[in-house]
């Protein structure tokens, strides 16, 4: 953030930059976690709103969740965390599986699960757009292909 020029509101309140571009000579940076994770949600077509929402991990895009579950009128947000180093460590070297066993058992137990693939790919779409002022579709195909 040290070396660009202006922030998004985006990414000023969320004090976390993931897209970078150019305009009117400045670097500007933006965070596309917000609308991302928005986006995301409502493909799944869960609504967060009055909810109680519990959020396992205070990772970095945590506080961009945060702001967007606040913007889609979540009731309360809890977040829970332990942080253990060596696990971490693990989650350098390998690749989260699409459903992990936290998923499997919440679902099992009758809740609504979501794995953050929508968040990703709307991720990138915002960014895409940013950058190429194109706005591609996003099918079924480009959401199998991360499967």
């Known amino acids: 953030i040290e070396?660009?020029?202006?922030?998004?509101?985006?990414?000023?309140?969320?004090k976390s930059v993931n897209t970078i571009y150019s305009q009117n000579g400045k670097l500007v940076g933006h965070?596309?976690?917000?609308?991302g994770?928005?986006?995301?949600?409502?493909y799944s077509k869960y609504d967060v709103k009055n909810k109680i929402v519990f959020i396992l991990g205070a990772g970095g895009v945590v506080s961009s969740i945060i702001?967007?579950?606040k913007k889609m009128g979540a009731a309360k947000i809890i977040i829970s965390n332990r942080t253990k180093s060596k696990a971490e460590d693990l989650k350098i070297f390998f690749y989260n599986p699409s459903e992990t066993?936290?998923?499997k058992k919440a679902k099992l137990n009758?809740?609504?699960?979501e794995n953050g693939k929508m968040m990703f790919i709307y991720q990138a779409h915002q960014s895409f757009t940013?950058?190429?002022k194109l706005m591609p579709e996003i099918n079924e195909e480009v959401i199998n292909l991360l499967d």
């Open 130 to 132: 940013i950058w190429h």
């Open 101 to 103: 066993d936290f998923l």
């Open 67 to 69: 702001i967007a579950l």
């Open 37 to 42: 994770f928005e986006l995301g949600i409502k």
């Open 3 to 14: 070396y660009i020029d202006e922030l998004s509101p985006e990414a000023n309140e969320s």
């Open 110 to 113: 009758g809740n609504k699960t």
């Open 31 to 35: 965070n596309t976690d917000i609308s």
